[in-house]
């Protein structure tokens, strides 16, 4: 029993030996990891795959190494880095990856099931030997690989047609219509419990949000993360408005030039007081002897060679403001 388990070790062990190391899925169109393709260039390249996807929805990876693991073929990786990163859209299969290993001088051109038909393996050694080999050979690896590519391109246009968008663009807004229902569910919370946000809770708050949802991966993460708290507020402020009147309008430094004059009016200040605004927090739902009402817990100025900072109370646009310290 025990020289059967150990042969099925054994097994194991030289399966995971075999197996290739497939990198992160790559979150660009054309990635060059050894750095042998200029900036300007790269950028060509990107823009122009993204067309071809919108036009086709076919989506041509392009990755460029400088090894291949010794213990792992270009077809091996190329298998096992297609079934991993799944490039083209899953229910037509149509991606393809252009794998290069410039040291190894190894090229593997994998095709999804999808596009076979007009991209089979025999012609895409063609395109490996008669495309990119001469170029290569010269040393200008960006002319071999764009021919490479607009060979592939010219098979493949009519195998499919696009609907003008990239999957990454789709993916964008899906993931930004999520921020915005996240956003706007959580204002009818807060608003509902008559309750506010603070500044420093605000990071934890999105994450929290964001991982609900299990993103195969963080590519628009920040994307993400700039929708939803505008679409909170404005939620916010709408819903809030409903039951406690509008919400006052702050600048980015929270100043709002009605509470000012009726902070000037009720501390009785003239102008040779030298009123000058400091900073101030936002105004967010609370009660005032049970009433619903906008508060802002620190709002500060200068007046008189003074600095003051209080409390803002705005109950049905009625602005009263009390000294804190």
Not at 108 to 128: F, H, M, N
Not at 190 to 218: C, E, F, R
Not at 235 to 248: D, H, I, K, Q, T
Request: overall charge negative.
């Amino acid at each position: 029993m025990n020289a059967i388990r150990n042969f099925f070790q054994l097994l194991i062990a030289c399966a995971s030996l075999n197996a290739a190391t497939i990198p992160p899925t790559p979150n660009q169109y054309f990635n060059d990891y050894a750095g042998v393709i200029a900036p300007p260039s790269v950028a060509f390249l990107n823009d122009l795959l993204a067309r071809f996807e919108r036009e086709t929805s076919n989506q041509i990876v392009v990755a460029i190494y400088s090894k291949l693991n010794p213990d792992t073929t270009p077809e091996q990786f190329g298998k096992e880095a297609f079934s991993a990163w799944k490039p083209g859209q899953s229910e037509r299969n149509n991606g393809v990856l252009v794998l290069l290993f410039l040291d190894d001088r190894k090229v593997r051109i994998q095709t999804g099931s999808g596009l076979e038909k007009v991209l089979p393996d025999k012609l895409c050694a063609e395109i490996i030997a008669t495309d990119m080999g001469p170029n290569f050979r010269k040393g200008d690896y960006t002319d071999g690989i764009e021919a490479a590519l607009n060979h592939i391109i010219n098979t493949t246009r009519n195998a499919y047609k696009g609907d003008g968008h990239t999957a990454a663009e789709k993916y964008l807004e899906r993931q930004q219509a999520d921020a915005d229902q996240d956003g706007r569910d959580l204002a009818q919370q807060m608003v509902t419990k008559l309750k506010g946000i603070s500044p420093l809770d605000w990071s934890g708050i999105v994450q929290k949000a964001y991982a609900t949802h299990h993103y195969p991966n963080d590519a628009h993460k920040y994307a993400y993360q700039q929708a939803f708290e505008p679409a909170f507020q404005k939620a916010y402020a709408e819903l809030g408005s409903r039951v406690a009147g509008l919400r006052p309008e702050q600048t980015t430094s929270g100043e709002n030039e009605q509470v000012d004059e009726a902070i000037k009016e009720q501390l009785k200040l003239n102008p040779e007081d030298d009123y000058e605004f400091s900073h101030a927090l936002a105004f967010n739902l609370g009660t005032n002897q049970g009433n619903p009402v906008w508060k802002c817990n620190s709002y500060s100025f200068k007046a008189g060679g003074k600095h003051h900072s209080g409390n803002v109370v705005v109950e049905q646009g009625k602005i009263t403001y009390s000294e804190g310290f």
